[in-house]
């Protein structure tokens, strides 16, 4: 999701339920070729969907999962001191 391309995810996982919140993806279930199949078709038949679920799930991670907003919450974890971040 951090590159901001569109994902096609096959499962039903909390993977599968973090594409659909994201709104980042496509999302099959397991084992289905078909769907995988039609999934792919689908975003190379509309690249303006396949940008906008990219960016999407490009926005997701850096207001969820930003490398500066995992190490604060890892230190927090570990009950070490965090600095007030920087980055928002």
């Known amino acids: ?9 096959s499962a039903d996982d909390e993977g599968s339920r ?3 919140e994201a709104g980042a993806g496509l999302v099959c279930p397991a084992g289905d070729a078909t769907a995988l199949a039609e999934a792919v078709r689908t975003l190379i038949d509309d690249p ?12 997701w991670v850096e207001e969820h999962a930003g490398w500066g907003l995992l190490v604060r919450r890892w230190l927090r974890q570990i009950g070490e001191p965090v ?6």
Not at 1 to 9: H, K, L
Request: without cysteine; proline residues 3%; hydrophobic residues 55%.
């Open 1 to 9: 999701m951090a590159s901001g391309r569109a994902v096609i995810y």
């Open 18 to 20: 973090l594409v659909l």
């Open 48 to 59: 303006a969907l396949a940008e906008g679920l990219g960016a999407a799930g490009r926005r």
């Open 83 to 88: 600095a007030p971040a920087i980055d928002g």
